[in-house]
């Protein structure tokens, strides 16, 4: 009897475990298929709480998926093997993409410790499916023996893609040194995590609060209303707050009289990261360079940046230095003329001082206004941000024929994004976008970025539509007034709709080729290639509209802003490759040691004659492109894809119709649509005819005539 007691009570016990268990999968939405309009998140109902189990659960079932694909007993094929491989997933690919955009635009520390919880059990996951050796044996196996020709090209991409991707990963090393590879992944995936948290913590962290009036001379209206409502955001009502997100402190450099107060806030900017707290990032940098020299040398390569470029179209580290040194011979000249001329202006104005790095952007807006009569505060009202945004819909519209229209019935996960259904032409569904275009000081990162909430690709023979977004960092609207861009701004959001545009116009068979999977010297062509557009005269004239009159932008004011086109392109083209070179001189070391993050950054900036007056446009320790967001020995790739862009655009000009539709069809067709389906330069030769030429790249930035 108490044997029958026990027992009963056991599986009571079992039973109810289960039930719980069965319970928390009911109301985790991850666990199902999304039951939302064309299949997006349901955001309202999504909570931190459910990211660990989805995660841990689409693990399993992603495990489960590879191990029965590695394990079949029928011959591999390339249906029964890459495609399997390629379809599996589903549901850790849902998690990832939600969770990613949510820790980039919405993080707290909740979603952070997750993050530090969930990171080497994905990095394990993934070291699982790339080591698995019955798993590469079948791979190996159709990339040995399948009839090529009988194989489309996409086809026989996605075959080199994964062949290589099991290479890259260690698949040919012995067990000891896999096993030492796991160790890195997983130490690097936390590092890059810690390099981003530290990053975000410490522009956080700063604030320079204003208490006097006059310390706010020579700031625009609309700053100081911006800044009276950061400080009572955070308690200091009555006073005025500027902080390290670009919005804040750009146009406090632009415009700002003070020159002590110009300089505390930029120091505070560029020292971040190396203050020497916690929130350091210099050991974790040593820790990075060091591992990754490691991995690329256990994998065969002389350097990381060999590794990192061997799947890129610079193919190697020289070939991409070749550019920027190029670049730099052109740019540095023209760096140290508008130097010349910033001081003379400080001498002229009564001011004995040496230009300093926190004095540049000051007196380069003075030099503006007195050669061309252009004062941005002047332009600000015609670029009202939903205005901008029609205005770019308006240029899709006109180049590929796609409509937008604003869905309010889409749950979003802050109430300021909106979201939009795509359409074709012929009123088919393209995808969703969302934009999330606004500034939120400790819970998003800096900088605009692109991505997906789900990918385009024909799964199980059923087309799946793209679910994308766009993130900025403009100035919110604050009480009746809307948010007003600056023409770098407005770029900005022409570029990273250019992103989307390659991902809602995918017309891809396989999810890993899809969209913007691309090599990262040409993921930016479709995005750069939206910028030209954007000051375009007829384009201006589309979307330019005073915010409070609805007055067109007028010619003088237009014909202002292609004068003035050229100006500063010398230190804007300077402090890029200046940390277009840094990020190649950390990742071309050969030998593991122990850096000393300040010297070396300043012997690599010594060595190119970076002058003193301009400092890289990231500096090490708040590097996040190339220490936490995959861009290591690539950020060179903005570079390398503007001579793409400038000679893409070339082709629109030369027909004298910035829209022709022929034109633009053929880039649709040969570019956006294709994803990573063929080699880079075969596609863009299939759109332009021919690889492109240099020379527009130093027209595009005045350089030559």
Avoid at 364 to 390: G, Q, S, T
Avoid at 531 to 560: C, D, Q, R, S
Avoid at 575 to 584: G, H, T, V, Y
Wanted: charged letters at 25%.
């Amino acid at each position: 009897m108490k044997k029958f007691l026990l027992i009963f009570s056991l599986l009571t016990m079992l039973y109810s475990c289960n039930s719980t268990g069965d319970q928390k999968k009911s109301d985790n939405p991850f666990f199902t298929e999304f039951d939302t309009p064309n299949g997006v998140p349901p955001f309202d109902k999504i909570k931190a709480e459910h990211f660990l189990p989805a995660f841990e659960e689409a693990i399993l079932r992603n495990a489960a998926e590879v191990d029965s694909i590695a394990n079949n007993a029928e011959p591999a094929t390339f249906e029964n093997t890459f495609v399997a491989l390629d379809e599996s997933g589903q549901m850790l690919r849902g998690v990832s993409s939600v969770f990613g955009a949510l820790t980039g635009a919405q993080t707290d520390s909740v979603l952070q410790k997750i993050d530090e919880e969930i990171n080497p059990k994905l990095s394990e996951h993934s070291d699982n499916i790339y080591l698995n050796e019955k798993l590469f044996a079948r791979i190996k196996s159709v990339y040995d023996n399948a009839d090529r020709t009988k194989l489309t090209t996409e086809q026989n991409q996605l075959i080199d893609k994964y062949y290589k991707r099991f290479v890259r990963s260690g698949i040919l090393l012995d067990g000891s040194k896999q096993a030492r590879l796991r160790e890195i992944n997983k130490e690097l995936g936390m590092l890059s995590l810690n390099f981003a948290n530290n990053t975000l913590a410490e522009t956080a962290a700063f604030k320079l609060t204003i208490d006097k009036k006059e310390d706010l001379a020579g700031l625009p209206d609309d700053i100081i209303a911006a800044a009276a409502q950061t400080a009572k955001s955070n308690g200091e009502e009555g006073k005025w707050m500027f902080t390290l997100s670009k919005p804040s402190w750009v146009p406090f450099l632009q415009y700002a009289d003070n020159r002590d107060l110009r300089a505390k806030l930029y120091k505070a900017m560029y020292n971040r990261g190396d203050n020497d707290n916690a929130n350091d990032n210099k050991a974790i940098i040593n820790k990075i360079v060091n591992l990754r020299l490691e991995k690329a040398n256990m994998l065969g390569y002389a350097t990381h940046a060999d590794f990192s470029l061997d799947e890129t179209m610079a193919k190697t580290p020289a070939a991409a230095m070749e550019l920027l040194n190029n670049v730099w011979k052109y740019a540095l000249p023209q760096a140290q003329k508008e130097s010349a001329e910033l001081q003379a202006l400080a001498k002229k104005e009564g001011k004995d001082i040496t230009l300093e790095s926190w004095d540049w952007w000051y007196y380069a807006e003075k030099l503006r206004e007195e050669k061309y009569a252009l004062d941005e505060e002047a332009l600000k009202p015609y670029f009202k941000a939903d205005n901008v945004r029609d205005g770019v819909f308006m240029v899709a519209n006109k180049l590929y024929g796609i409509n937008f229209k604003q869905v309010t019935d889409i749950p979003v996960y802050q109430e300021d994004v909106q979201v939009f259904e795509v359409t074709d032409a012929d009123s088919t569904l393209i995808g969703i976008i969302y934009l999330d275009y606004y500034a939120r000081d400790g819970r998003k990162r800096n900088g605009a970025w692109m991505g997906s909430f789900r990918k385009q690709e024909i799964y199980k023979g059923k087309f799946v539509h793209p679910i994308i977004y766009n993130v900025g960092n403009f100035n919110p609207p604050i009480g009746d007034k809307p948010s007003l861009l600056t023409l770098e701004q407005v770029e900005t959001l022409f570029h990273e709709f250019g992103h989307g545009l390659h991902g809602l116009l995918s017309k891809c068979t396989y999810y890993t080729l899809s969209g913007t999977s691309v090599p990262r010297d040409f993921v930016e062509l479709p995005s750069q290639v939206m910028e030209h557009w954007a000051f375009e005269p007829e384009v201006l004239k589309m979307y330019a509209k005073h915010y409070e009159t609805g007055a067109v932008i007028p010619n003088e004011l237009i014909k202002k802003i292609q004068n003035a086109s050229y100006f500063n392109q010398g230190f804007a083209t300077t402090e890029f490759l200046a940390a277009s070179i840094l990020d190649m001189k950390w990742h071309t070391i050969d030998k593991a040691q122990d850096f000393d993050v300040r010297k070396f950054e300043a012997d690599a900036m010594n060595e190119i004659g970076l002058p003193s007056d301009i400092i890289p446009r990231y500096r090490s320790t708040y590097f996040s492109h190339i220490f936490s967001g995959g861009y290591s020995a690539g950020y060179y790739s903005y570079m390398w894809s503007e001579v793409l862009d400038a000679d893409a655009f070339q082709a629109f000009v030369a027909t004298g119709n910035i829209f022709d539709q022929a034109t633009a069809k053929s880039f649709r067709e040969n570019v956006l649509s294709k994803g990573g389906t063929d080699d880079p330069m075969v596609l863009y030769k299939k759109f332009r005819g021919a690889e492109p030429n240099p020379i527009y790249l130093l027209k595009n930035r005045g350089f030559v005539k």
